[in-house]
């Protein structure tokens, strides 16, 4: 990205995203491929380091996913108004989400 923007770090919101899409559209999206194959020194090893990263990251999100709502909706029946009811929800529904968020993309990895 820095290709695209020197000075990245003091650009406003918007233009680092307009430079995060950029970068994005010009990418082949295969980078944790390669960089797992050009680090690896035999195949067996580049396909062990894939492996570890797509478990990892299903392990990672799928707990947050599990435990995550379980803990907003263990908060949610300590909640003694509505509106705070209602933020324990949103994040038992947005911690779950990284559960179905992670599996996709763990599903995307293992496909490289």
């Known amino acids: 990205m820095l290709n695209f923007a020197k000075d990245y770090d003091h650009l ?3 233009a680092k995203v307009e430079v995060f899409e950029c970068a994005l559209q010009n990418s082949e999206r295969n980078d944790h491929a390669r960089v797992f194959w050009l680090k690896s020194h035999t195949s ?5 380091r894939r492996t570890n ?9 799928m707990s947050i996913g599990f435990v995550g ?3 907003a909706l263990n908060g949610l ?5 509505p ?3 209602s933020a324990w929800l949103t994040l038992a529904v947005g911690l779950k989400s990284f559960s179905h968020c ?4 763990s599903l995307q990895v293992s496909v490289l």
């Open 83 to 85: 509106s705070i009811a």
């Open 44 to 48: 067996k090893n580049g396909l062990d």
């Open 53 to 61: 990263y797509t478990r990892s990251l299903a392990v990672m999100s």
């Open 77 to 81: 029946t300590m909640a003694k108004h």
């Open 69 to 71: 709502p379980g803990i």
């Open 102 to 105: 992670g599996f996709l993309v």
């Open 12 to 14: 406003p919101l918007i």
